[in-house]
């Protein structure tokens, strides 16, 4: 029998090399996708009294840096949960002397005959001239529109569906993100409990790269003193989402592109955009992340990710036509009016 | 070399190589009972009969199971064959998120 995972926490991360070396029926699984990532693995694990398959993405394998990376999926599965987007919990462990992150397996109730498949699995149905990094978000959108024709599936489904992947890219690009290849768009399909086929946008789940953790230290200390040089290098943080190549400014995807796409194509993405420059508080997100792993971030890390989201924040106001300071003077007031109530 | 792709218990495709072209084989009546519990016709839609490429649905999942049992064992390339195929027959390279299991068979 399995000993409980929860046995294995020291200092707030699960020491995952002891569990697997002392419980011999786990079970490892490699991730199929790509090269890059062949050292994350499934591992079945004995949590809360239950059996469950728990993804594991140890940060040796990560480009540049690990350990900012760790803190950057946290922060931003935080800012994701203010935002109201849908997005995988995540734990922490450590790995080989590496720290990793630990994500329960989406699909929790088997009975169901559903499974998950890929935005790359879905543009390569389609046959799109396109490939995983080189593609469009009118591309993935138009792969999810003939999954649905083809399937037979509710127009509501379909355009929750489509509504929900664009929202994750409007909280994308305020987070900076620069890795949101097609197979990072995961989608629940098959049948739902009374047997009429589905899709769904999972919770996100591959948020590798976001809130500067694709810059190295030197580069953010580099940036840290030098304020026109953060500013150019944030704002050319690409997306890999972006618009199709003949509406592009630029010869990569860039994200005020992408932003104006979304936005003037619906008024609930405009108004979802509006709400994420008010609702994401990165200060809040730093404070429940420390909360929760029990020690401080970084304090060169803490800083840098202030300023970029600072950065990010500004810029998209300018393109939504939103007061920047007003929104920052909310914000201070409600935490403020907050630690009067807390006293 | 043959490959079987299953879903669930059903077999649905049986992936046949001679010399160097890749024949595909749709079970009809185990596709039909797939449908039936949710597995989406969509996903073989890029599957051409006679290719030169082994179909997505394979490849993917077989893709880097060569860069994981090779950086683990260090092996040769005689016994890295052997165990791509002993790993895939053993696993079916299957996730927890999948309904897919692949059977490889060498003749």
Known sequence: ?343 | MSIEVFWDELNILEIEKRDNLFISVVNIENLLLAKETGFPTFLLKQISVVSDELPGIVRDRIACIRGRLKFKDNCTEEELEENIFNYINTTGCRRPTDKFSINIQVN
């Open chain 1, 1 to 343: 029998m399995n000993q409980d995972i929860e046995n294995y926490r020291k200092d707030g991360f699960i020491d995952l090399n002891s569990y697997i070396s002392d419980n011999l029926s786990v079970l490892t699984y490699p991730y199929y996708i790509d090269g890059y990532e062949d050292k994350n693995f499934w591992l079945k694990v004995k949590k809360e009294g239950e059996e469950k398959y728990v993804y594991v993405k140890p940060k040796e394998n990560v480009y540049l840096n690990g350990e900012y990376n760790l803190y950057s999926e946290l922060l931003y599965e935080e800012l994701l949960k203010q935002a109201g987007v849908n997005t995988v919990h995540l734990d922490v462990g450590k790995y080989d002397g590496e720290y990793a992150t630990l994500s329960e397996n989406i699909l929790k109730d088997y009975s169901y005959n559903q499974f998950i498949i890929n935005g790359n699995e879905l543009l390569e149905c389609k046959r799109y001239n396109t490939s995983d990094e080189e593609y469009s978000i009118e591309d993935i959108i138009g792969a999810v529109h003939d999954y649905c024709a083809s399937e037979y599936i509710d127009k509501d489904v379909e355009n929750k569906c489509v509504k929900d992947i664009e929202k994750a890219c409007i909280a994308d690009i305020f987070a900076l993100s620069t890795d949101r290849r097609a197979n990072d768009f995961d989608f629940i399909v098959g049948n739902d409990e009374n047997d009429e086929a589905v899709i769904e946008l999972a919770p996100l789940s591959h948020n590798t790269y976001c809130l500067g953790s694709n810059f190295d230290t030197d580069e953010i200390y580099d940036m840290l003193e030098d304020d026109d040089m953060l500013a150019d290098r944030v704002n050319l943080c690409y997306f890999d989402a972006g618009v199709p190549e003949d509406r592009r400014e630029y010869e990569y995807p860039y994200w005020e592109d992408t932003l104006y796409y979304l936005v003037d194509k619906d008024e609930e993405n405009l108004d979802f955009a509006r709400s994420c420059a008010n609702n994401m508080n990165i200060d809040e997100a730093i404070k429940n992340v420390e909360k929760r792993i029990d020690s401080k971030i970084p304090y060169e890390y803490k800083e840098f990710v202030r300023v970029i989201w600072d950065n990010r924040l500004q810029n998209i106001c300018e393109c939504l036509g939103l007061d920047y300071l007003k929104i920052m003077d909310n914000k201070y007031y409600q935490k403020e009016l907050e630690e009067v109530e807390c006293q």
